[in-house]
């Protein structure tokens, strides 16, 4: 008798205890949730939004709204809807066991900025991957110019953006290879102010200081790309504080082991 009282006793309070887990999880998921702590890191100190932007884009798209309660959180679509935004890299929403919840938020990194006629500006990220200029802010970017006639006539983003043949033809992947340089490097994220291409001599980088033009050519390789930025490091380094920035009208890097400067007339 006292080992079934005991059982009975046992199951009471068993079912007591879940009694109240089920109960505590309805109370909790009935309570009003708080204003989203949301958190955008962004790479290089590059802005691409606000957390102000952010908390709007989810209150129009109904994933946030005022007086809502914990279970009406979707935190799946909210991390899916995120994700998808051009200028998001990576995205993780969550909550804790009160009324706060979180959404951190790390932004893409865009290192060129390709502009031309006959089609809308658009960037190169830092993981060779195109995005749409961004609605909320637009940061200075390395500009690179003169490659429209590269693009067939009819091509637009939407079409570059998976093609990696097309991308290739379009000299995109050069545009990678020189802006990555130029933007992991101090000296020369501060002195390249725009590359313009040309089917004569390829890219030509365009100096903050001094009023040459610097024929870079080509870029089919990183090992290419590094050599001639050392070359051109030691031009001025060794060459400049002797002659001064105004005194050559152009740097030629185009040619193997050499450089070739004229000066101006």
């Not at 006629?117 to 003169?146: A, V, W």
């Not at 740097?251 to 004229?262: E, G, R, S, T, Y």
Request: glycine share 6%; net charge negative; proline share 3%.
């Amino acid at each position: 008798m006292k080992k079934i009282i005991k059982i009975v006793l046992g199951v009471l309070l068993f079912g007591g205890i879940i009694f109240l887990v089920i109960a505590a999880n309805i109370k909790n998921s009935n309570q009003l949730l708080k204003t989203p702590n949301i958190t955008i890191h962004t790479q290089d100190e590059i802005p691409l939004m606000t957390e102000l932007e952010l908390k709007q884009e989810l209150s129009t798209h109904r994933l946030f709204w005022d007086s809502m309660t914990k279970n009406e959180l979707k935190i799946g679509d909210i991390e899916d809807f995120i994700k998808q935004m051009n200028e998001v890299y990576s995205a993780d929403v969550y909550t804790n066991l009160g009324t706060d919840w979180f959404v951190n938020v790390k932004t893409r990194r865009p290192l060129a900025r390709i502009m031309g006629d006959g089609f809308d500006d658009f960037y190169l990220d830092s993981e060779y991957r195109l995005m749409r200029l961004s609605p909320y802010m637009k940061p200075k970017i390395l500009p690179f110019t003169g490659i429209e006639h590269l693009i067939p006539q009819g091509i637009g983003f939407e079409q570059l953006i998976n093609n990696d043949s097309l991308k290739t033809k379009c000299k995109l992947d050069q545009i990678y290879r020189i802006s990555n340089y130029v933007c992991n490097d101090a000296f020369y994220n501060a002195q390249i102010v725009q590359i313009h291409y040309t089917q004569e001599d390829g890219f030509i980088l365009i100096p903050r200081v001094g009023k040459q033009e610097v024929k870079f050519g080509e870029a089919t390789s990183e090992e290419m790309v590094n050599d001639k930025f050392n070359k051109l490091t030691v031009f001025y380094e060794e060459v400049i504080p002797y002659e001064g920035w105004d005194k050559y009208e152009s740097i030629n890097l185009k040619f193997k082991d050499q450089i070739v400067a004229k000066k101006k007339e």
